[in-house]
């Protein structure tokens, strides 16, 4: 393969931190990246094969590497994850593919695939209407359980509220994030927060760290600090995600309780690793580069 083609909403700085990664990894195997926006490409229907255009002559690609898609009204993103159906459906080797995109960065479809399948996770509740949100907050509230609010569609702890007997009831309107209450059980994890980062790739568990937060949020965008772990039950699990999810790689989020409980908080498809190559003794990119290749030639 000579080239490999790299979706980002950012291909005029290459990606990023995490295009750059690749884009040295791929070409430690002499091949070339083009970076590619989604909402650069264009469909033409108009002759008699089907056209899926990408932008710069990028031609038609036999392995795409999907790094970001570019948020967007929902004709848009509907149109973006098209072009990587499209992709696959004409042969293209796509990781991760658009339905374990689709799957992961919605939280609501994570979690009923993860509870069908018996993986733990916090007990949670998605709903629509602010009455009935309401009602679960205050039966939680009432129990003892402290909630979190989350948007269905979040990263890296951006919008994610924390609701305990403190909180003032009603939520003033802007906790409604885009129409959709995404209610979870908050998880204590004892004296010092964190919780665990472990990325998958082919379903292994290829390295993972805990990641002490500042606060009860343990994202790297906020602040944790990162650790290298090997534990057995953490990898085990994320794994089990992974599988449950058939996704080709994913950052997979799992926390432990203070009964040593372990629950998968999320599975991103698009996860950032720079604070987990920051403890890791192997470079990550070069990991994701080989196994790409090695799916596109199978
Ligand atoms: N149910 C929970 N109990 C305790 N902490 C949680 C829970 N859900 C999320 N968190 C904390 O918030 C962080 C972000 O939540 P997550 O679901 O991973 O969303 P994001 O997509 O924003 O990373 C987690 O890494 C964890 O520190
Ligand atoms: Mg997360």
């Known amino acids: 393969m000579k080239s490999v083609v790299i979706f980002t909403d950012e291909p005029h700085v290459h990606g990023g931190w995490h295009g750059k990664q690749l884009e040295a990894a791929f070409a430690n195997r002499h091949v070339k990246v083009q970076f590619v926006s989604l909402?650069?490409?264009?469909?033409?229907?108009?002759?008699?094969a089907v056209g899926i255009c990408l932008p710069?002559?990028?031609?038609n690609p036999e392995l795409v590497?999907?790094?970001?898609?570019?948020?967007?009204?929902?004709?848009?993103?509907?149109?973006?994850?098209?072009?990587?159906?499209?992709?696959?459906?004409?042969?293209?080797?796509?990781?991760?593919?658009?339905?374990?995109?689709?799957?992961?960065?919605?939280?609501?479809?994570?979690?009923?695939?993860?509870?069908?399948?018996?993986?733990?996770?916090?007990?949670?509740?998605?709903?629509?209407?602010?009455?009935?949100?309401?009602?679960?907050?205050?039966?939680?509230?009432?129990?003892k359980n402290k909630l979190l609010i989350k948007p269905l569609f979040g990263s890296q702890g951006r919008g994610i509220r924390l609701l305990d007997s403190q909180s003032v009831l009603p939520l003033p309107m802007d906790a409604l994030v885009d129409g959709v209450f995404y209610l979870q059980r908050f998880v204590e994890t004892g004296?010092?927060?964190?919780?665990?980062?472990?990325?998958?790739?082919?379903?292994?568990?290829?390295?993972?760290?805990?990641?002490?937060?500042?606060s009860w949020l343990n994202n790297v965008a906020q602040g944790a600090q990162c650790e290298w772990i090997d534990d057995k039950d953490i990898l085990e699990l994320a794994v089990k995600a992974a599988l449950v999810l058939e996704i080709d790689y994913c950052g997979v989020d799992v926390i432990r309780d203070a009964h040593g409980q372990l629950y998968v908080l999320e599975v991103n498809s698009i996860p950032a690793w720079r604070g987990l190559q920051s403890v890791t003794g192997f470079n990550i990119?070069?990991?994701?580069?080989?196994?790409?290749?090695?799916?596109?030639?199978?």
């Open 65 to 143: 590497f999907v790094r970001g898609i570019a948020g967007g009204t929902l004709q848009q993103i509907t149109t973006r994850l098209n072009v990587l159906h499209m992709l696959a459906m004409q042969g293209a080797c796509v990781v991760n593919t658009g339905k374990a995109i689709e799957r992961t960065v919605d939280k609501a479809m994570t979690t009923f695939l993860l509870k069908q399948q018996n993986v733990p996770t916090p007990a949670t509740w998605v709903c629509e209407s602010r009455q009935q949100a309401h009602a679960l907050i205050h039966e939680q509230l009432d129990a």
């Open 191 to 214: 004296q010092q927060s964190h919780d665990y980062r472990v990325l998958v790739v082919g379903n292994e568990p290829v390295a993972a760290m805990r990641r002490n937060g500042q």
């Open 56 to 59: 710069d002559d990028a031609g």
């Open 39 to 48: 909402a650069d490409c264009v469909l033409d229907f108009s002759g008699s």
């Open 285 to 298: 990119a070069q990991t994701l580069a080989d196994f790409a290749l090695k799916k596109a030639t199978r």
